[in-house]
């Protein structure tokens, strides 16, 4: 079946260390998003990419940073500089821009 | 500035009422329209989408929606709820000439037996 994968589902990080978060699809989609989830605000934009090797900072991009060397993969790094990294990431991918988006089952970070 | 508006932030029924959430949005273009729903610790499925035409889309299980463009809105109803329709619920925009998609802040739905 195709689908988006996110792993892991639950990840513990100690304060200061980068982690990266997996997300791969097998829809053959060209464009992948990350967002970030807080509890009362929804969902925000924090990197996104339309083709292979490119991608643009979302709204809340500081603290984080991502590759895309396969159309398959858009792999999240969360980064020691981020302040408040404990939240709940989610990874998306659409066929082309402005169409409905696919999402995985995320990923739940928790900084101790 | 494109935006995506959702009133409502906590709503509550019971079960076998008819429901409605609001989403009103802001845009410049011609808007594409989604729902979304999402269950705890989960990821968001779509419910329905409005790209052109009949203004009035069906979606899964059980759910429509109605584009009003004169008011900007695109209201998710539900004629009986069920409980298992209690979860977070998302409108969200796009266009055909833009790069992302653009949510609402959420309305959690709590369904009483």
């Known amino acids: 079946d195709g689908g988006i994968t996110q792993s892991p589902k639950y990840l513990f990080r100690k304060e200061g260390q980068n982690v990266t978060l997996s997300c791969e699809q097998n829809?053959?989609?060209?464009?992948m998003y990350w967002y970030r989830q807080d509890p009362g605000q929804g969902l925000r934009l924090i990197y996104y990419?339309?083709?292979?090797?490119?991608?643009q900072k979302g709204d809340i991009a500081e603290g984080y940073s991502v590759s895309r060397e396969k159309k398959e993969s858009f792999p999240l790094t969360v980064t020691s500089a981020q302040k408040n990294p404990t939240a709940f990431y989610l990874c998306?991918?659409?066929?082309?821009?402005?169409?409905?988006?696919?999402f995985g089952q995320g990923t739940r970070l928790t900084v101790v | 500035a494109q935006s995506v508006t959702q009133p409502d932030i906590h709503i509550t029924v019971s079960e076998g009422a008819s429901l409605e959430l609001r989403c009103n949005y802001s845009?410049?273009?011609?808007?594409?329209l989604f729902w979304y729903v999402q269950s705890p610790g989960q990821g968001l499925q779509l419910l329905l989408k409005y790209f052109s035409g009949d203004t009035l889309v069906q979606g899964i299980k059980g759910f429509e929606a109605e584009f009003k463009r004169s008011q900007s809105s695109f209201n998710l109803r539900k004629p009986s709820v069920h409980w298992s329709d209690a979860a977070e619920y998302f409108c969200?925009?796009?266009?055909?000439?833009?790069?992302?998609?653009?949510f609402g802040t959420g309305t959690r739905l709590q369904v009483f037996p």
């Open positions: 990419s339309q083709i292979v090797n490119d991608f």
């Open positions: 845009y410049g273009a011609t808007p594409y």
């Open positions: 998306a991918s659409n066929i082309q821009a402005g169409t409905e988006a696919f």
């Open positions: 829809l053959n989609h060209d464009a």
């Open positions: 969200a925009v796009s266009s055909y000439n833009t790069d992302k998609l653009i």
